[in-house]
């Protein structure tokens, strides 16, 4: 009963090092998205995917890259860390009737 | 635009007192969804509720209810008999129907309101 996976929980970058942050799920759903959650902004939609090979940019999708070569998996690649991506980092899917399930999200520092 | 306010930033109560979570909701579509989600302490995300804008019945689930009212946009979240474990910040939440064709922009969150529930 995995649901919504996500890896690492925590993470520690320096400034201009990149990284992946991965996302699995097994419910079949098409929708995916990753949002980043900081203080006092609530959540940002970063990325979003409505089917495998198709993704979009969402509010703040800058420094950010994703693919979706699987109904499955939806990583999140950040370029060249900078400190203001530091945040927790969220990945959802969602069925048809539009309810995000959550995977339990992922800290990332950048120092 | 689609709008989400919570207007209780923090609420504190005693255990075992009922509490009630304001959402106040902005759209001009005439149909769209309504969400409770919880984030306790821990940190995850957890879905709590989906509502249809045409089903305006209230809802209860064990101790928890849903007062959904169209006419004055709000959808407000009841806990009855609060406990300890009811501790954590609960979010609001608006998407209207065509989110398959605008996923992304169209998924609306509140500022969230943070219950603390003391022993």
């Known amino acids: 009963n995995a649901g919504v996976t996500q890896t690492p929980k925590f993470q520690v970058l320096k400034t201009g090092q990149s990284m992946t942050l991965q996302c699995a799920q097994d419910?079949?759903?098409?929708?995916m998205s990753w949002y980043r959650q900081d203080p006092g902004m609530g959540l940002r939609l970063i990325h979003y995917?409505?089917?495998?090979?198709?993704?979009d940019q969402g509010e703040v999708p800058n420094g950010y890259n994703v693919s979706r070569s699987t109904t499955e998996d939806f990583p999140l690649r950040l370029l060249s860390a900078a400190p203001s991506q530091t945040s927790v980092y969220f990945c959802?899917?969602?069925?048809?009737?539009?309810?995000?399930?959550f995977g339990e999200g992922s800290r990332l520092t950048v120092l | 635009a689609q709008k989400v306010t919570q207007a209780q930033t923090e609420i504190s109560v005693v255990e075992k007192e009922d509490v009630t979570l304001d959402c106040v909701y902005e759209?001009?579509?005439?149909?769209?969804?309504l969400f409770w989600y919880k984030q306790p302490p821990s940190g995850e995300l957890v879905f709590l509720i989906r509502?249809?804008?045409?089903?305006?019945q209230n809802e209860i689930s064990g101790r928890y209810s849903w007062n959904f009212q169209k006419s004055t946009s709000s959808f407000n979240f009841t806990i009855t008999a609060s406990q300890v474990v009811d501790s954590a910040v609960y979010f609001c939440?608006?998407?209207?129907?065509?989110?398959?064709?605008?996923?992304?922009?169209?998924?609306?969150f509140g500022p969230g309101t943070r219950l603390s529930v003391l022993p």
């Open positions: 419910m079949n759903h098409e929708y």
């Open positions: 759209t001009r579509d005439t149909t769209y969804y």
């Open positions: 939440a608006l998407s209207d129907t065509s989110f398959r064709d605008n996923y992304g922009q169209n998924f609306v």
């Open positions: 995917s409505v089917g495998a090979g198709i993704t």
């Open positions: 959802a899917s969602s069925p048809d009737t539009g309810e995000l399930f």
């Open positions: 509502r249809n804008s045409f089903d305006e």
